[in-house]
């Protein structure tokens, strides 16, 4: 289902004073809402919600309301967000990505990696992970630092791709890893990329919609979540993310614009987790919280 932006185009003042509104209107409700300068020299901005289309005439006419006291002459318009194609993002760029002490390289690479790297090969395929997304790469960071100081036991890659983040953690520490996806052909793929970086054993992968398999009865609670998905998916699995994460654990999220981030901590706060840090690549950030 297609996601829509609604938005006004304001003066940075009302934009500001419309986010103060739509924070406390929609507040509890898991809405992005962003302001975003247009044209600084003539002062334009835009205040903007980001829904789901099915909720758009709901939301359309509670914003108009909203808007009804003081700002009655602004027009609401509406903008159709294109669906991200994951694959063709990862396609973006084939040269080989250095992300901490990580060198993800397509075959046709070899001969680039050095002696100090931690080398993960992965062909741009059927499957998002070849490690140029802002993602990913901020994924591989976030993994190097924490699984150095903190030293999980186990650990759950959640919506795996390529399997770019599982094999990482296992190239780092020698620990069981669950990696997981909704979709088939990633779970195919991510296998024979595991094989392909010489990884034969030590990663359960499996097909699952968020946590619904026995497999994470089994394999959990999990000392290292990792979910490189996106906001809203995330913010709604809060709750069960944090159900499968061992006292103490860490969580490393992606797939989270810049402008989203503050909802997603707040509705892992809400879950009992807290801030640690935030990378930022390419307009995303990835996220670490800690039980
Ligand atoms: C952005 S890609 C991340 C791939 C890889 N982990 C990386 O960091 O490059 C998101 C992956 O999550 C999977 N996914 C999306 N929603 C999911 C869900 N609810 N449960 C499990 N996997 C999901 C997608 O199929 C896709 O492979």
Redesign the pocket.
Known sequence: MSEIRLYVSVTEKVANDILELMTNFFGEEDYAIATTEIDEKNDVWEASIYLMADEEAEVHERLREMLAEDFSSLEIEREVIPDID?IAK?LEGLTPVRAGRFLVHGSHDRDKVQVNDLAIEIDAGQ???T?H?G??AG?LEMIADVTRAERPRNAL??????G??AIAVRRLLPIPVLA????PI?VRVAKENARRNGIVSGIEFRV???FHSTAFGKYGPFDLI?A???AR?LMK?APQLVANLSGGGSVIL??ILASQRWKVIAAYNSAGLKHVRTIWRNGWVTIHLRG
């Open positions: 994951w990862s499957a998002f992970g490690g997304h993602t990913t994924c890659d959640l919506g795996t791709g390529s770019v983040l997981t996806d909704i979709d990633a699952a919609p968020g990792i490189n998905i996106l998916p699995m992606s797939g």
